[in-house]
């Protein structure tokens, strides 16, 4: 019984398969079917014929009887499943009959089974072992090359308890049917380990994904690279985890993806010292120190010339406190301009991504149109390592875009003794003053408040000194961090006639919300860009039939919003210097 549902189900799986096929290939053009013929003569005594093929296409017949074509249903039967006809009327012996039909393009078995039922003669059921070259399944069928490891152990300490570990990795590659092949690399193990930045390639052990490829569609779960290219205003690189596809018609390609970023993106800009190859610290956006820099990220500029990371190339970094120093091959003087972008996690919220992308062409790539969309949000109803009373939510609706004013007290009272700051009184200032473990009244929090906008400076690892207001960094307070989004939408438009004139524009329109929290100073969130440039360059330049050589016109005009906020670097690293302009 249990056999019989199980060919039942897979026999309407089969057939729905039918008709879904039926319908791309209506909608989208041909699909990649084997067509097929089968000619047999009429015996006179047989209604019912065996075709050598099973699965077959729905409706894909066509039956020719001597020079007379017959009709379905009426004349024959045809079980597509099976692959049986039978003839409703009767033909004269001899008749020459061919079948033209298409089947699929896999080799599909009727029934499945990891151990086949035998019925003995008194009616008991019993399950045999069949040897292994007859067992069928589908991975059997596919061209799968598969390989990986199985990890187990155990670990026991003086201080700890009997653990038992085990972890899984595998990796597989090839085709699971004629058109779609698969690339993934799987583990049930997650690890905090950055690889080290001392080399110009990078291995990743921690990367999981599915790549699924097709002539059409591609599709990627789990971790993988983004990339828009070919904008000026909309290009956007990010190291993401979630779904990417694509798919790739005659003039049409479309991409989506949705996932969480593993980072956010800043550029630091600082000037070399003297001497001082490094390390050089990086900071985030609001210039905390304690951020973890994603490998491979970074990009390293010295005076507009692009770094090559490797410790016989130009510098190395430390992904896990971000780092920077430069090699002896690039020596760094004050006078030294540097850039560096990168992403890095902070671990305050996780962050949210979601795009599209298309691009179409028309009259024969006459016509180019490019649409992006792009967002990215940090979800602020589930911070990470830290939660928000009603209190510092209040605090952070009133504070608009001014996040410096939106913060709690990072002096705590643990009592006499149990502390690692005492409280002082000089001069009419009050102040806390470091004297060591269990020998204060006080544990207190600093937040970094940027050069010149603190009280205190940092001594060492939880060792903070009063410099007074203004002379230091670092404040008693813990900043509430503001969720934050960024939305950029894109279009662009290229255009070639005869004679060698092209025209191309594009427009782009940013929203930047600082505090998500709060409505407050959110009419300057919104920006617009827009550029257009007319080139006109013939292959031969004439007048009166005459040659005069080559000719080339380009004209180009730009414009940027000052509430534009570019999602990615898209301007080249020295042009604030050439110009002669702030940031």
């Not at 900043?479 to 438009?493: E, G, I, M, N, Y």
């Not at 782009?508 to 100073?521: E, K, P, V």
Request: proline share 2%; with cysteine.
């Amino acid at each position: 019984m249990i056999n019989y549902v199980f060919k039942s189900t897979l026999v309407s799986l089969i057939v729905w398969q039918c008709s879904l096929i039926a319908q791309v290939k209506t909608a989208y053009g041909p699909f990649n079917l084997t067509d097929k013929t089968f000619s047999f003569s009429i015996d006179s005594a047989q209604v019912q014929y065996i075709l050598p093929d099973s699965f077959i296409f729905v409706n894909s017949d066509t039956v020719i009887a001597g020079d007379n074509r017959l009709s379905r249903t009426s004349d024959y039967r045809m079980n597509y499943i099976d692959g049986l006809i039978t003839l409703n009327k009767q033909l004269p012996a001899g008749t020459e009959v061919t079948i033209h039909y298409r089947i699929f393009p896999y080799d599909l078995e009727k029934t499945y089974y990891r151990r086949k039922l035998i019925y003995k003669g008194d009616s008991v059921q019993t399950i045999q072992r069949q040897p292994e070259q007859e067992e069928r399944s589908f991975t059997q069928r596919s061209s799968l090359r598969k390989s990986g490891s199985i990890v187990r152990g155990i670990s026991l300490g003086t201080n700890q308890g009997l653990k038992v570990e085990s972890g899984l990795r595998m990796n597989l590659s090839g085709k699971i049917t004629e058109n779609v092949e698969v690339v993934a690399a799987l583990t049930d193990q997650t690890t905090p380990i950055q690889p080290e930045g001392n080399t110009q390639t990078l291995n990743e052990i921690d990367k999981v994904f599915v790549k699924l490829k097709s002539d059409h569609f591609n599709a990627t779960l789990g971790d993988y690279y983004l990339s828009f290219e070919g904008s000026e205003f909309g290009r956007y690189n990010r190291k993401l985890q979630g779904a990417m596809g694509t798919a790739t018609f005659e003039n049409v390609a479309v991409k989506l993806s949705g996932a969480v970023s593993k980072g956010q993106f800043t550029t630091n800009r600082f000037m070399g010292q003297e001497g001082n190859q490094g390390p050089y610290q990086l900071k985030g956006i609001n210039g905390e120190i304690d951020i973890i820099v994603l490998a491979g990220t970074e990009e390293v500029w010295i005076d507009g010339e692009r770094m090559t990371r490797g410790e016989n190339n130009d510098y190395v970094i430390e992904y896990s406190i971000g780092q920077i120093t430069f090699t002896r091959k690039r020596l760094i003087t004050a006078e030294s301009r540097i850039v560096v972008d990168f992403q890095y996690s902070d671990l305050q919220f996780r962050r949210n991504m979601y795009s599209a992308k298309t691009t179409s062409s028309f009259l024969d790539d006459r016509i180019k149109l490019d649409f992006r969309l792009i967002r990215e949000a940090d979800n602020k109803d589930n911070p990470l390592d830290f939660t928000l009373s009603d209190e510092n939510l209040q605090q952070l609706r009133s504070s608009g875009d001014n996040v410096d004013s939106a913060y709690v007290s990072g002096v705590n009272y643990v009592g006499q003794g149990n502390g690692y700051y005492t409280k002082k009184d000089s001069a009419g200032l009050r102040f806390y003053e470091y004297v060591g473990k269990d020998s204060g009244d006080y544990n207190i929090g600093f937040s970094y408040a940027g050069s010149g906008n603190g009280n205190y400076r940092s001594i060492g690892f939880g060792n903070y000194k009063f410099v007074g207001e203004g002379n230091g960094s670092y404040r008693p307070v813990i900043f509430l961090k503001p969720a934050q989004s960024h939305d950029l939408a894109d279009v662009s438009l290229n255009m070639k006639f005869g004679r060698g004139f092209s025209l191309r524009s594009e427009f782009a329109a940013s929203r930047l919300d600082r505090n998500t929290y709060s409505d407050i100073d959110d009419t300057d969130n919104n920006g617009i860009a827009h550029t257009t440039s007319i080139r006109f360059q013939p292959e031969q330049f004439s007048i009166a039939g005459r040659n005069l050589g080559k000719l080339l016109i380009d004209g180009r005009m730009r414009a940027v919003d000052s509430r534009f906020r570019y999602i990615d670097r898209a301007e080249e690293v020295e042009k604030y210097r050439k110009w002669d302009s702030g940031e």
